[in-house]
């Protein structure tokens, strides 16, 4: 079921890279600060594109959303009249710049924004991050960027050309601008709980949004339709939803990534023909080099308890990240103003574009992604992984390119349901 109007309207980092650049424009046009539109595209009309569209024109009163595009046309539809009732004076896409279909995001790219908000199925990320890179557009990139290691490749590459380039990117890892998360870890780089020994990371949450199969779509339109169900679109759901809390994790360890990981995980209480092929509960053991252990828990099933969490164990005491709290020799708590992360991270985008000093989130977004890669790929497969196996192995979900006439990489059983992958029978294939 689409997100309801109320429900819409109800929605509606120190560490941060950045690079001064003098006279270089970004992007297409150089700004003067508080002069001039900037024309902003959206790819992607869920409820998190529409709600970043919204984040975009609360962060800058020149921004114009001037195009969208999305592979439903009811999607699109649906958002574009939220949006024109909520921010009726930035909201300018005319019907000829809503682009429906697999091509449409390369249409809206080269439509003429400015910007562009990416927040699709994760499949597709990675392929239109290289594509506004490569047009000149800065770029806002919901997580998880990359869901494979050849993606993490893609983006890698593609945030090294956009820093040439003098193009923002920013990622919707939203914790790095979440005002308390920032002064905590400030504080644990400064020492306040001593040397880091151990991180638990934890999501428990209800199951993701269930979308029946309806009358006459193909099994390929049904599968984009329900894509967060779908490994191959999205990822699985360690790394579509604990990412946020592996970014935090190599946050703290100062960009460090884990050596090795092993786990364990599988499908315990998501049943029936909606429910796609991902794991509904993952158990991660990762391990860095200096012998700190990152734990990390998630779980996706109705009526069980609920947490997000991101704790840090120190010699001297340990750390809450999203309560801005630290106990032990130096005990703290947060007091100074709050914000909401997923508006400041949109301040911060337009602003770093208005002032012509771009920001560039596009190496962490990608290696914090590959962490939890390589946790699904140990959980998979019930092997222990390193670092090194995972990055250059050849494991890909799904096709490199589709249509809707294309055949799934996955079809349902005689029951209507899909196959899961069993751990010590799933194996990787190997890089080349």
């Given at each position: ?18 690079t001064?650049?003098?006279s ?9 600060k ?5 024309r902003?595209?959206l ?7 529409a709600?970043?569209?919204v ?14 595009a ?11 009249r ?15 710049h ?17 910007v ?6 994760s ?6 991050f ?9 770029t806002f990139?919901?997580?998880?960027a990359?869901m494979d290691?050849?993606d ?7 945030a090294?050309?956009?820093?040439k ?9 939203m914790?790095r601008y979440?005002?308390a ?8 780089h ?7 020994v ?9 199951n993701?949004?269930?979308r ?21 679109l999205?990822?699985d759901?360690l ?6 809390h ?8 100062k960009e460090?990534?884990?050596a ?8 315990a209480?998501?049943?029936g ?5 991902c ?6 053991i ?5 012998g700190v252990?990152l ?5 996706v ?8 969490s991101?704790?840090v164990?120190?010699?001297?005491g340990?750390a809450?990240?999203?309560k801005?709290?630290?106990?032990g ?12 992360p997923?508006?400041i991270?949109?301040n911060?985008?337009?602003a ?9 989130n596009?190496?962490?977004m990608?290696?914090?992604a ?12 019930g ?5 090194n ?6 494991h890909?979900f799904?096709?490199a ?9 996955i ?10 992958r069993i ?7 190997k890089?080349?």
């Amino acid at each position: 079921m689409d997100q309801t109007r109320r429900d819409f309207l109800k929605a509606s980092s120190t560490m941060v890279v950045g690079t001064a650049t003098n006279s270089l424009s970004i992007g297409r046009n150089a700004y003067a600060k508080g002069d001039n539109a900037i024309r902003v595209g959206l790819i992607g009309c869920g409820g998190r594109g529409a709600g970043a569209a919204v984040q975009a024109m609360q962060a800058d009163p020149g921004v114009r959303l001037v195009a969208m595009a999305d592979l439903f046309s009811s999607a699109l539809q649906a958002k574009r009249r939220l949006l024109r009732e909520t921010h009726p004076a930035q909201m300018m896409v005319d019907d000829d710049h809503c682009f429906v279909g697999f091509d449409g995001y390369q249409r809206l790219i080269e439509s003429g924004v400015d910007v562009v908000l990416i927040a699709n199925a994760s499949r597709f990320q990675a392929t239109h991050f290289e594509s506004c890179v490569d047009a000149g557009s800065s770029t806002f990139v919901e997580k998880p960027a990359a869901m494979d290691p050849p993606d993490v490749k893609r983006i890698l590459t593609a945030a090294e050309k956009a820093e040439k380039k003098g193009l923002s990117v920013v990622s919707g890892q939203m914790w790095r601008y979440d005002p308390a998360v920032r002064e905590t870890v400030k504080r644990i780089h400064d020492g306040a709980i001593g040397e880091v020994v151990a991180i638990q990371i934890t999501t428990h949450r209800s199951n993701f949004r269930l979308r029946s199969r309806r009358p006459g779509q193909s099994e390929m339109e049904y599968q984009l339709y329900n894509w967060t169900h779908f490994s191959w679109l999205s990822g699985d759901f360690l790394t579509a939803s604990l990412v946020h809390h592996t970014d935090l994790a190599a946050w703290v360890m100062k960009e460090e990534q884990p050596a090795t990981a092993f786990g364990m995980g599988g499908r315990a209480a998501l049943f029936g023909e909606n429910h796609g092929d991902c794991f509904d509960h993952n158990a991660v053991i990762y391990e860095y080099a200096n012998g700190v252990k990152l734990f990390a828990f998630i779980t996706v099933q109705p009526n069980c308890y609920t947490e997000v969490s991101d704790i840090v164990m120190g010699t001297k005491g340990r750390a809450y990240l999203q309560k801005g709290r630290i106990e032990g020799r130096n005990p703290w708590r947060y007091s100074d103003k709050k914000g909401n992360p997923y508006q400041i991270e949109q301040n911060e985008l337009f602003a770093s574009i208005r002032e012509g000093k771009p920001i560039n989130n596009g190496r962490y977004m990608a290696l914090s992604a590959m962490t939890g890669i390589m946790g699904q790929m140990a959980t998979y497969t019930g092997k222990k992984i390193s670092w090194n196996e995972a990055l250059s192995a050849g494991h890909v979900f799904g096709p490199a390119t589709c249509d809707f006439s294309t055949e799934p990489p996955i079809k349902p059983l005689s029951d209507g349901t899909y196959p899961v992958r069993i751990p010590g029978v799933f194996a990787l294939v190997k890089g080349r």
